[in-house]
C-alpha cells in the first residue's frame, strides 16, 4: 500500500528532503488524497502515524531554516 510506503520512508529518514513548504504540502497533500481509498477506521489510524511522523521531520526542517537567520542576527 502506498500510504504505508510514505510512512516507512518518513520514519526511515532523519533529515526531510523537502526544499520549501511547497514540498511540505505536497506529500501531506498526497497522503490524504489517498487516505480517501481506504477505510475510514484505517485511514484514522494510518493518518496519526503519518502525522507523527511530517511533525518530528517539519520540526527539524524548521530548526534548520531558522539556523542561518539566527547566525546572521548574532543570536
Given at each position: 500500500m502506498r500510504m504505508r510506503?510514505?510512512?516507512?520512508r518518513l520514519k526511515a529518514t532523519s533529515v526531510p528532503c523537502w526544499?520549501?513548504?511547497a514540498g511540505v504540502i505536497?506529500?501531506?497533500?498526497?497522503?490524504?488524497?489517498a487516505m480517501r481509498l481506504v477505510p475510514r477506521e484505517e485511514a484514522q489510524a494510518?493518518?496519526?502515524d503519518f502525522?507523527?511522523?511530517m511533525e518530528r521531520l517539519y520540526a527539524v526542517w524548521v530548526a534548520a531554516?531558522?539556523?542561518?537567520s539566527e547566525a546572521?542576527?548574532?543570536?
Amino acid at each position: 500500500m502506498r500510504m504505508r510506503e510514505m510512512i516507512e520512508r518518513l520514519k526511515a529518514t532523519s533529515v526531510p528532503c523537502w526544499r520549501d513548504e511547497a514540498g511540505v504540502i505536497l506529500d501531506d497533500g498526497a497522503f490524504q488524497r489517498a487516505m480517501r481509498l481506504v477505510p475510514r477506521e484505517e485511514a484514522q489510524a494510518l493518518w496519526a502515524d503519518f502525522d507523527a511522523q511530517m511533525e518530528r521531520l517539519y520540526a527539524v526542517w524548521v530548526a534548520a531554516c531558522a539556523s542561518p537567520s539566527e547566525a546572521a542576527s548574532g543570536q
